[in-house]
């Protein structure tokens, strides 16, 4: 029954302030939790402030856990369904993300021949919103605290 359950998987965005952002704190989650990260985007500013995508995988109660010992520990947590976005009206379908899509977030349907986007794979990089010719994807950089 717990191998069932070892497949959960979500991405997250973390914000970082200066005071954490030299810390182990992530490293942690493997040690303290048993999950699994993969790192798909990480920023520090000069300031030492830090935002990361991460992929965090292995049991969902740990999962909760290790985003509880994030929160107690100044990161602020954002999941990656809140920073990118589609306008089902204004995309025209062209297929031009697909190819930029590093994680297959955007794909063509070859049945229908529309692009389809799974924001459960999506790593809130912003290169579909850098190569979109009618600017339906954005990416909101605002800084959300929860």
Request: proline share 5%; net charge neutral.
């Amino acid at each position: 029954m717990k191998e069932l359950v070892k497949g959960f998987r979500k991405i997250v965005y973390l914000s970082f302030p200066p005071e954490v952002s030299g810390r182990p704190v992530v490293c942690n989650l493997t040690r303290l939790f048993d999950l699994s990260f993969n790192i798909l985007k990480a920023d520090i500013s000069p300031r030492h402030e830090g935002t990361m995508t991460l992929e965090v995988s292995g049991l969902e109660e740990d999962f909760h856990k290790g985003i509880g010992y994030l929160k107690e520990n100044g990161i602020r947590i954002t999941p990656v369904a809140h920073k990118i976005f589609r306008n089902e009206e204004s995309c025209i379908h062209c297929g031009v993300c697909t190819a930029m899509c590093p994680t297959d977030a955007l794909l063509l349907d070859p049945g229908t021949r529309l692009v389809v986007f799974d924001v459960d794979k999506c790593s809130a990089c912003g290169m579909c919103t850098r190569v979109c010719p009618v600017k339906a994807m954005t990416l909101d950089l605002k800084d959300d605290r929860n």
